[in-house]
């Protein structure tokens, strides 16, 4: 499909991409409040921290500066704002706020794959540009988030 005849089959089919990945990333972002607690217990799949996970890899890789650039938008669906730290000597408080921290990493980890859906009807260069697009994003949200569990741990392992 030339981009000169059919530019509003393109539009179309960006549309439909923008529907497709937001609609199923706010359907994730919907559904994680009502995600039970005891899911998010511990570090599991692509929770798990590496060996070379520290807070000097993650602000390298420019966690702080995304921490003040990124939305925060854990509380839009009945969820826990994670803006603010909870009581830094208060271990369930910081266990708690851990959980929160998961929670919105795995929002970032599913809605990866939102683009997905897009190989079915789109051409593979937009399709790709999607792809790019949703994992540059999240990416990022994921950058703040384990950056922000690295330093929760350390506080934990203060409080022992």
Known sequence: MALGKAWPDWVALVLAGIAVVGGLSLLIGASAPRWPSGWLERDRGPLRLLPGDSQQRYRRLGAVWLKSF??????????????????????????????????????????????????????????????????????????????????LYGVLADLT
Do not use: C, M
């Open 70 to 151: 990124l939305p925060e938008a854990g509380a839009l669906f009945g969820g826990k704002t994670k803006k603010r730290l909870p009581r830094l000597d208060d271990r369930a408080a910081v266990e708690g706020y851990l959980r929160e921290v998961r929670r919105g990493e795995w929002v970032h980890w599913l809605s990866d794959l939102t683009w997905l859906p897009l190989v079915l009807f789109q051409p593979w260069g937009l399709a790709l540009v999607f792809a790019i697009l949703t994992l540059t994003v999240n990416g990022a949200a994921i950058v703040v988030l384990r950056y922000n569990r690295v330093r």
